[in-house]
């Protein structure tokens, strides 16, 4: 994730802490889900994400349990990731083009996934510059996303440029093809505060993750070793707080 903020939603600095959201009352309210609820059988799973990671940072635990569905899933990556290190004599746009894509094949085997049943397509638009290909996104995703489908994406006010115009362009297109639409935050739970009014609560759901499909989803981030290693600026785009929050034993989906 290159991490660029909205002027509403700032993701500098150093955020909410995970103690601070353990401690959440609208939190621990909310109800559980099932998968079964969130990908009935016969359904199609479309993932529509910014960046190679999104997908593991924000719903590992429902791609995991498409084991032995996986070809009822369809990845959708809407760039390759390339401007998450800026100025970075170690991480190009060049070979965070190439690593970035490698990382996350890399990451969904890590989750069990059967990789040559899963569907992939690389929409290769610019990293950070998503809002100014949003026209553009909305027709490749109609051609994409069928009637029925269920797409998850990134949440409409995740506070990033890019969560933001992929979550519009993912809603816009699933209303226009009647198919069901789940969004996941990612960088919110960076900026928003335990009883942030500006989260959807009632539309919240806790999708849970046990012990073993937690361990696979931290070993799934940790193939994203361009995000999760200091390069020589001396600091992660994926630091420990940030995957601390993000390494909950639930996901967070709004429906």
């Known amino acids: 994730m290159a991490t ?33 609820q969130l990908v009935p059988e016969g359904q199609r799973l479309v993932v529509v994400t910014p960046h190679p990671d999104d997908e593991v940072l ?10 032995g569905r996986e070809s009822d899933v369809l ?43 899963l569907n992939w397509r690389r929409l290769g638009l610019p990293d950070s510059g998503v809002a100014e290909k949003e026209d553009e996104l909305v027709e490749r995703l109609l051609a994409l996303i069928r009637r029925g489908d269920r797409v998850i994406t990134t949440w409409r006010h995740d506070g990033h440029c890019d969560h933001e115009a992929t979550g519009r362009a993912a809603a816009y297109a699933a209303s226009q093809r009647n198919a069901c639409l789940l969004e996941v935050p990612i960088w919110a739970w960076h900026w928003a505060r335990p009883h942030d009014q500006r989260i959807p609560w ?25 995000q999760i290693n ?6 992660a785009v994926l630091d420990r707080e940030t995957l601390e929050r993000l390494m909950q034993p639930f996901e967070l989906v709004f429906i």
């Open 4 to 36: 660029i903020a909205t002027t509403e939603n700032p993701i500098q600095g150093p955020g909410t802490t995970l103690q601070e959201w353990q401690a959440s009352a609208p939190l621990a309210g909310v109800a559980h889900v099932t998968h079964q």
């Open 58 to 67: 924000g719903c590992a635990g429902i791609l995991a349990g498409m084991l």
């Open 75 to 117: 990845m959708v990556a809407v760039t390759d990731g390339e401007a998450s290190h800026p100025g970075s004599q170690e991480w190009s746009p060049t070979r965070l083009r190439q690593q970035r894509p490698l990382e996350s094949w890399q990451a969904l085997d890590r989750l069990g996934l059967n990789m040559q049943a």
């Open 202 to 226: 009632a539309r919240a759901r806790k999708f849970m993750l046990d012990a073993p499909v937690l361990a696979r989803k931290r070993h799934a981030i940790n193939a994203h070793v361009s």
């Open 230 to 235: 200091a390069d020589g600026r001396g600091t």
